[in-house]
């Protein structure tokens, strides 16, 4: 395959993720936060560099589902302000709701 022919796949590839997130699928919505939380970026799926505003845009909809990962990382995100607005009382309502 040709680069370009990579390319135009990794962008099928998250078109495709971003659909079926946007759509309420766990497991897309915490596969697009961990592409976008990775230092490198995601090749497979087109995601050149880290993105934490996008990381948090996903995993927040993977913690809102209940997943208890997503959870922690929206908490950590909260407390420290990586992506969003540092908010400690909203940290903690995520804490709380890992148990």
Not at 7 to 24: I, Q, Y
Not at 28 to 39: E, T, V
Not at 68 to 83: I, K, N
Request: aromatic share 6%.
């Amino acid at each position: 395959m040709s680069d370009r022919d990579l390319r135009v796949a990794a962008t099928e590839r998250l078109r495709t993720m971003k659909a079926a997130a946007n759509g309420g699928d766990l497991e897309a919505q915490l596969s697009l936060g961990a592409a976008y939380n990775d230092c490198e970026g995601n090749a497979e799926l087109g995601v050149k560099k880290r993105n934490l505003k996008e990381a948090v845009k996903w995993f927040s909809k993977a913690a809102e589902q209940g997943d208890p990962h997503a959870q922690v990382f929206m908490a950590r995100s909260c407390d420290t302000g990586e992506g969003v607005i540092r908010n400690i009382a909203q940290a903690a309502d995520w804490y709380r709701k890992v148990g």
